[in-house]
Nanobody, 126 residues
Framework: QVRLVESGGGLVEVGGSLSLSCAAS????????MAWFRQAPGKEREFVAG????????FYGESVKGRFTIQRDNAENTVFLQMNNQKPEDTGVYYC???????????????????WGQGTQVTVSS
């Protein structure tokens, strides 16, 4: 199993930037896709961004395209999420996820991910 620990959450003003990190440990970094999901109060968990093992393929939710960037450093077993031009609707708990499954059909679906972090709170104040 892969253990995931998120960091970097906090309070940011509208239009500001925040960077999240997710450190993976445990089983060797054999994950396929890595992703970020978020969940706002009273809402379902939402796909934010995902990245393939090589980093050559990235995926973004419609609401964050052009504002968020996902990257990964396999040497450091870490995935990053840079969030720019933040909006109040970006508020929520952000979860890091890792998939060890080969042949993932839809890397934007939460069902594709076997391992989850505990989450980090991001609050965007207006």
């Amino acid at each position: 199993q892969v253990r995931l620990v998120e960091s970097g959450g906090g309070l940011v003003e509208v239009g500001g930037s925040l960077s999240l990190s997710c450190a993976a440990s445990g089983r060797s970094f054999s994950t396929n896709y890595m992703a970020w999901f978020r969940q706002a109060p009273g809402k379902e968990r939402e796909f934010v961004a995902g990245i393939s093992w090589s980093g050559s393929s990235t995926f973004y939710g419609e609401s964050v395209k052009g504002r968020f960037t996902i990257q990964r450093d396999n040497a450091e077993n870490t995935v990053f999420l840079q969030m720019n031009n933040q909006k109040p609707e970006d508020t929520g708990v952000y979860y890091c996820a890792a998939s060890e499954t080969q042949g993932v059909v839809d890397p934007t679906a939460s069902e594709a991910y076997d391992n989850w972090g505990q989450g980090t709170q991001v609050t965007v104040s207006s």
